[in-house]
C-alpha cells in the first residue's frame, strides 16, 4: 500500500495537468490540489494534506481549492540563506534546538515542540492561522475602500 501512494505522489507534482473531472477532484488529490499543498501563500498554508485522497481535507476543513486569481508561490514563508545542502534540510530542526535553548521553561519548551509553525512565545513569528486572519484583514479593507469608491463615484454622478 505504501508503494501504491508512493507512485500516485509522484505523478501529482506537475503543472502540465489542469483542473480534471469534478468527481476525480471530488475525492482524489490531482495535480491542483497538491500545487497548493506547495504553495507559500498564505491562504495555501497548512492545506491539501492527504497524499491520495482528498476528500479527507474537505472533512477536517483543510481543503483549499487552487485559485486562478492567486497563482501558487511556491516555497517556504521565509527563505533559507544558503545554499549549503546539509544546511537545508537541517535548518527548521537547528531553528528549533535554537527556540528550545532560549525558551523560558518547560511549557514554553514544549509550545516549540508541539505547537503549530510559527509559534514564539514572545510573538515576533507568526503562525499560519495568524497570516491568513491577516489576509482576511486586508481583503476586508480593500473591499471596503472598493465600495466607498463606488458610492463616491455614484453620488458624484448624480450631482
Same mark, same amino acid.
Given at each position: 500500500?505504501?508503494?501504491?501512494?508512493?507512485?500516485?505522489?509522484?505523478?501529482?507534482?506537475?503543472?502540465?495537468?489542469?483542473?480534471?473531472?469534478?468527481?476525480?477532484?471530488?475525492?482524489?488529490?490531482?495535480?491542483?490540489?497538491?500545487?497548493?499543498?506547495?504553495?507559500?501563500?498564505?491562504?495555501? *498554508?497548512?492545506?491539501?494534506? /492527504?497524499?491520495?485522497?482528498?476528500?479527507? +481535507?474537505?472533512?477536517?476543513? #483543510?481543503?483549499? $481549492?487552487?485559485?486562478?486569481?492567486?497563482?501558487?508561490?511556491?516555497?517556504?514563508?521565509?527563505?533559507?540563506?544558503?545554499?549549503?545542502?546539509?544546511?537545508?534540510?537541517?535548518?527548521?530542526?537547528?531553528?528549533?534546538?535554537?527556540?528550545?535553548?532560549?525558551?523560558?521553561?518547560?511549557?514554553?519548551? *514544549?509550545?516549540?515542540?508541539? /505547537?503549530?509553525?510559527?509559534?514564539?512565545? +514572545?510573538?515576533?513569528?507568526? #503562525?499560519?492561522? $495568524?497570516?491568513?486572519?491577516?489576509?482576511?484583514?486586508?481583503?476586508?479593507?480593500?473591499?471596503?475602500?472598493?465600495?466607498?469608491?463606488?458610492?463616491?463615484?455614484?453620488?458624484?454622478?448624480?450631482?
Amino acid at each position: 500500500m505504501y508503494a501504491a501512494c508512493q507512485v500516485y505522489g509522484f505523478w501529482v507534482h506537475t503543472e502540465l495537468v489542469g483542473k480534471l473531472h469534478p468527481a476525480i477532484e471530488f475525492f482524489l488529490v490531482t495535480p491542483s490540489h497538491h500545487r497548493v499543498h506547495h504553495g507559500s501563500n498564505a491562504r495555501y *498554508l497548512d492545506t491539501n494534506m /492527504g497524499m491520495v485522497l482528498i476528500i479527507w +481535507d474537505r472533512m477536517f476543513g #483543510t481543503f483549499q $481549492q487552487e485559485l486562478p486569481e492567486e497563482p501558487v508561490k511556491y516555497g517556504l514563508t521565509t527563505n533559507i540563506a544558503s545554499e549549503n545542502p546539509l544546511r537545508i534540510v537541517f535548518d527548521e530542526w537547528m531553528n528549533i534546538f535554537k527556540d528550545l535553548k532560549q525558551a523560558p521553561g518547560i511549557s514554553t519548551r *514544549l509550545q516549540y515542540v508541539f /505547537g503549530p509553525p510559527g509559534w514564539s512565545h +514572545d510573538g515576533s513569528r507568526k #503562525t499560519s492561522k $495568524q497570516l491568513k486572519s491577516e489576509l482576511e484583514l486586508q481583503n476586508t479593507d480593500t473591499l471596503l475602500a472598493n465600495i466607498v469608491h463606488i458610492e463616491e463615484a455614484e453620488s458624484m454622478s448624480i450631482n
